[in-house]
């Protein structure tokens, strides 16, 4: 498939839509109705490592941001500091300055073509100049003042020994976790502003990677399935997907030239899981 052909599942409509997510295989039968198909994604390089990582902190911040017990704000404020390690290696807001340029020349590209959704178009395209702008706006050391905040810091240090962060070793963060909601909230949500330009354009990003690919019907034999990858086509993710009720999980290696899938059932807590026996149907999607 040629890179026009993934740029259009992006902005085509009509029969050339991009095909739903709950899409199941032929001829494998359709999962149960209470239990959705399941997607499993391996990054193919270090900065889509990243990105997923900031991805899934920020999800979890956001989930429990809104929460009125301690025990969410304990949450929140762990996913926070674990992002601040993150952005400490690296330059993650420039490869996201990065990415988004690059992505918005790669759109601009379509307007006027034939076939193309030029009012979709131009609303991804708005957005995404909208996240560049606020990431720009944000300057390149929009974290440090996180960062050099004693009140982080401490509960940072601590939180690095095994229950380090109960009311004995830090009697300022118990007090902290017991003031009214309302004041943790805001206090988050002063945090959380910090990051957010980051985050969001990083969900972005990995939105539009995500949507421009098309799934496709593919068999492992055995239980294994070998993929090799076109070199002067990068490959930043790949996704399997499978039944909820199938029973089994993906193992994924290899990196941005090849890979290795291999089919794993489930057997319990307490067992190992073993390789599946018989021919793995199964959803690829390479996205490049």
């Not at 206090?187 to 939105?207: F, G, H, N, Q």
């Not at 990196?255 to 794993?264: A, D, G, I, N």
């Amino acid at each position: 498939m040629s890179q026009d052909d993934l740029q259009r599942d992006l902005l085509f409509t009509g029969p050339e839509a991009l095909p739903q997510n709950s899409r199941m295989f032929e001829p494998a039968p359709e999962p149960r109705a209470e239990l959705a198909a399941l997607t499993y994604e391996q990054p193919l390089n270090e900065r889509m490592r990243m990105f997923m990582r900031l991805e899934f902190l920020w999800q979890q911040i956001s989930h429990h941001a809104g929460a009125s017990h301690a025990w969410g704000s304990r949450a929140a404020v762990s996913g926070l500091l674990e992002i601040l390690a993150i952005t400490s290696r690296g330059d993650a807001r420039g490869d996201a300055l990065k990415e988004l340029e690059r992505q918005m020349t790669a759109l601009r590209d379509y307007q006027n073509r034939p076939g193309v959704d030029d009012s979709r178009l131009r609303s991804i395209v708005r957005v995404l100049e909208q996240r560049r702008d606020e990431l720009n706006a944000a300057g390149a050391n929009f974290m440090q003042r996180l960062r050099e905040s004693e009140f982080l810091n401490a509960i940072k240090h601590r939180s690095a020994i095994p229950g380090g962060t109960c009311e004995f070793d830090l009697p300022d963060y118990f007090y902290w976790l017991n003031l009214d909601p309302a004041r943790r909230d805001s206090d988050l949500a002063d945090w959380l502003a910090t990051i957010r330009p980051l985050c969001e354009s990083v969900s972005e990003l990995l939105w539009i990677t995500r949507e421009n690919a098309r799934p496709r019907a593919e068999i492992a034999p055995g239980g294994v399935y070998q993929i090799a990858f076109e070199r002067e086509r990068p490959v930043q993710l790949l996704r399997v997907t499978l039944p909820g009720d199938c029973g089994l999980f993906p193992e994924v290696s290899g990196s941005h030239h090849r890979c290795s899938l291999r089919f794993l059932r489930w057997t319990g807590l307490n067992q190992r899981p073993v390789q599946a026996e018989l021919d793995v149907q199964f959803l690829l999607t390479t996205c490049y």
